[in-house]
């Protein structure tokens, strides 16, 4: 079946330095989601890309949609502690005759103020 | 702001209990899920739910049952809790099948 691949599994930086977190697949996906898990919480969607190339900003966030549909790249520049939690990326696919959300298995990151 | 709530929050049962989650969403959307999630880990789909008295079993096996009479309510029960599903449930809705929207997830503790 479809898989997303999420790399690094996870990342201990330091308060202020920029981040890069990548998904990969062997299918083409037409949607990539990027969503963040706060400890305890549900998942919130941070960005969604719907156009191969693309390249959306939401405040210190930038995720870009990779120009073969088979990957994306989620980057947070200059972090902070609240930037803590796990970050997933999700993009629809099928299952069987059955359309779902297909999901990585998540970035943890941890930020040293 | 998504409006998707879960109740209970927290919930420590012993062995044996029979237990509903409750979810239930004010947005209108056809499509409901509920994922496992152990802590720090991936999510794992166990059923979902295209729309009233629809309802199919995920992709990781669970003992919990689940059922969509009304469009904003998509409860999960469990008809004998056990410690092996000690764990956090999440339900999510969306409109159609690409952006997911949660609730902020039961955590369950089954003593």
């Known amino acids: 079946g479809q898989q997303l691949n999420q790399s690094p599994q996870s990342m201990f930086i330091q308060e202020g330095e920029d981040v890069s977190m990548n998904c990969t697949s062997s299918?083409?996906?037409?949607?990539w989601l990027w969503y963040k898990q706060d400890p305890g919480e549900g998942p919130v969607l941070l960005i969604a890309l719907y156009k191969a190339g693309e390249l959306t900003s939401n405040g210190r966030l930038t995720a870009q949609f990779g120009i073969t549909r088979k990957d994306s790249f989620l980057n947070i520049s200059a972090s902070i502690p609240s930037d803590v939690g796990i970050y997933f990326c999700a993009g629809p696919g099928y299952a069987g005759n059955n359309r779902k959300l297909i999901w990585g298995l998540g970035t943890s990151l941890a930020v040293n103020p | 702001e998504a409006d998707i709530y879960q109740t209970p929050r927290y919930l420590v049962i012993g062995t044996g209990k029979k237990i509903t989650l409750e979810c239930s969403q004010t947005?209108?959307?056809?499509?409901m899920y509920w994922y496992q999630q152990d802590p720090g880990m991936e999510l794992h789909l166990i059923h979902y739910?295209?729309?009233?008295?629809?309802?199919e079993k995920g992709d990781l096996s669970s003992e919990s049952t689940v059922s969509r009479i009304r469009t904003e309510h998509f409860p999960l029960t469990l008809e004998s809790a056990r410690p092996s599903h000690t764990s956090q449930y999440l339900c999510?809705?969306?409109?159609?099948?690409?952006?997911?929207?949660f609730g902020q997830g039961t955590r369950l503790t089954v003593v």
């Open positions: 947005m209108g959307h056809d499509k």
């Open positions: 739910s295209y729309g009233v008295n629809s309802t």
């Open positions: 299918s083409i996906f037409n949607t």
């Open positions: 999510a809705s969306s409109l159609d099948s690409t952006e997911a929207f």
